[in-house]
């Protein structure tokens, strides 16, 4: 059965007529291989250039202070046709990000969803041997549906997008 509707694919059936044993296999086989070269090439048009990575970068800042350090995900929206997986940032000391994935600068664009998580260790008590993580911000900013936190990344253009937290 073919898969796509190509000519190529069945290139093996007017070549080879019935009868002529391994000679027909043989064009068979080659014409299967070239099948399977010329698809890549068939397909390569598809997309635009939207459908690269969009460059994102920001500021985060909570009650008008720079935040020092933590991370930022953005989460694709799934309620605005958002898809594919989180991507996230570390924060700087003046509180600014450049969102990345695995091999390039940028995510998909889109609308997200956007969390924001800070932690700091404060030095242990006098007589306590280690003190536990303290939130920087409230809860709330670590969840998805609850942050309140929403962006448009936009195709051929760096996004700036900045966030002041309350």
């Not at 390569?44 to 800042?61: F, M, Q």
């Not at 030095?123 to 536990?132: D, I, L, R, V, Y």
């Not at 809860?139 to 002041?164: H, T």
Request: proline share 11%; glycine share 12%.
């Amino acid at each position: 059965m073919p898969i796509a509707n190509v000519p190529v694919i069945n290139c093996w059936r007017s070549l080879a007529p019935r009868g002529l044993g391994s000679a027909a296999l043989r064009i068979r086989a080659v014409c299967s291989f070239a099948s399977i070269l010329l698809l890549p090439l068939i397909f390569a048009g598809c997309g635009g250039p939207s459908d690269g990575p969009a460059a994102a970068t920001g500021k985060v800042s909570y009650r008008g202070q720079p935040l020092p350090h933590g991370t930022i995900v953005f989460t694709p929206d799934a309620i605005r046709g958002g898809t594919g997986l989180p991507v996230r940032a570390e924060i700087q000391p003046d509180g600014s990000y450049r969102l990345k994935t695995t091999e390039t600068t940028g995510l998909p664009p889109g609308w997200y969803r956007v969390t924001v998580a800070a932690v700091d260790t404060a030095s242990p008590a006098p007589g306590m041997p280690f003190s536990g993580p303290r939130s920087l911000l409230p809860v709330k900013y670590r969840d998805p549906e609850q942050s309140g936190l929403l962006c448009e990344v936009k195709a051929g253009k760096e996004n700036a997008i900045n966030f002041n937290l309350e």
